[in-house]
């Protein structure tokens, strides 16, 4: 991975908005990897790619501080996966639109169902509110859990699918099911968090479904549609893939395949806490889109965009 660290660091200090003319200098098997895996061939839903190279690491986070690991090694990397599969992208209503998130515990918020908590995080499509959903996410793990048992758990609607009924998956493709904002979404929005929808959860070629689906956040307002979400999130838990990251481990997820979560752990707040590194990537921006956005990287907020899709 030597030839991945020096095209990352000559990348970190100032991302480029176009890298296409540097993708060919990713190294061959880690580029195939990629490819292949975006090619959408298989039912996994993700591919993990190991011995990433993390760099010098300050302390681990408490609060939130966006720019901690400005020009770090690991943007340029990170820039270079997502750009391969479509383009980096930022989302102007999360975290001010940065394109880099850092995952790690923030006191205070231990119980929050986003990436600063320490509870159980239960299956969920990123962003399952949004128009312009990531059709991948990445994320880069530079350091465990103390006790090293933190899971990233993944599950592929094509393996859970085969679990459920005729009927139950005819309830889940019918658009009827309504979506809250995740709380990172709507953490400067006064009163109920609003919602998406109305939506399909399984959408698609019957061979190749997709999935837009968050045990958190999903609805149905009838019993059948209920009895629907109650019986995916099963077949969801039964298939589902464990992944317990170490430092250098990179697993990039499909968003439309899988769902993923985290399981619990136990903060110190001692500097060593568990501590990863999230991208977006999005295949295509429309233009009219493309035309609204105040970064060329970065989405609209919701506000300006609400009910365009």
């Known amino acids: 991975m030597g030839e991945l660290s020096a095209l990352a660091a000559h990348l970190s200090d100032s991302l480029p908005i176009v890298a296409s003319g540097l993708l060919m200098d990713l190294p061959e098997g880690m580029r195939k990897t990629v490819l292949d895996f975006g090619a959408d061939e298989g039912t996994d839903g993700f591919c993990l790619l190991r011995g990433v190279p993390v760099?010098?690491?300050?302390?681990?986070?408490?609060?939130?501080?966006?720019?901690?690991?400005?020009?770090?090694?690991?943007?340029?990397?990170?820039?270079?996966?997502?750009?391969?599969l479509g383009s980096l992208t930022g989302y102007q209503d999360e975290k001010s639109g940065a394109l880099f998130h850092d995952v790690h515990p923030v006191r205070g918020e231990e119980t929050r169902i986003e990436n600063s908590g320490s509870v159980a995080f239960d299956f969920h499509t990123e962003n399952v509110h949004h128009p312009l959903r990531p059709d991948y996410l990445g994320l880069l793990c530079l350091r465990q859990d103390h006790e090293r048992i933190a899971a990233t758990r993944v599950s592929s609607v094509r393996d859970a699918l085969p679990l459920l009924t005729d009927e139950q998956v005819a309830e889940l493709r019918k658009p009827q099911f309504h979506s809250l904002y995740p709380t990172s979404f709507a953490r400067n929005i006064a009163g109920p968090r609003p919602s998406a929808g109305p939506h399909p959860v399984i959408f698609g070629p019957a061979d190749r479904p997709f999935m837009r689906f968050n045990s958190h956040n999903t609805q149905g307002s009838e019993p059948e549609a209920r009895a629907a979400l109650r019986a995916l999130t099963g077949a969801l838990e039964e298939v589902c893939r464990d992944l317990v990251l170490a430092p250098g481990d990179l697993v990039v997820l499909d968003n439309h395949v899988v769902v993923h979560g985290r399981s619990a752990f136990t903060p110190r707040y001692d500097g060593r806490d568990r501590w990863l590194r999230r991208f977006y990537s999005l295949r295509n921006t429309p233009l009219w889109a493309q035309r609204m956005m105040w970064h060329p990287r970065v989405l609209p907020a919701m506000t300006e965009i609400r009910g365009v899709l």
């Open 55 to 84: 760099g010098e690491l300050p302390k681990t986070p408490q609060a939130h501080e966006a720019h901690v690991l400005d020009g770090h090694p690991t943007n340029g990397t990170l820039m270079l996966v997502a750009d391969l």
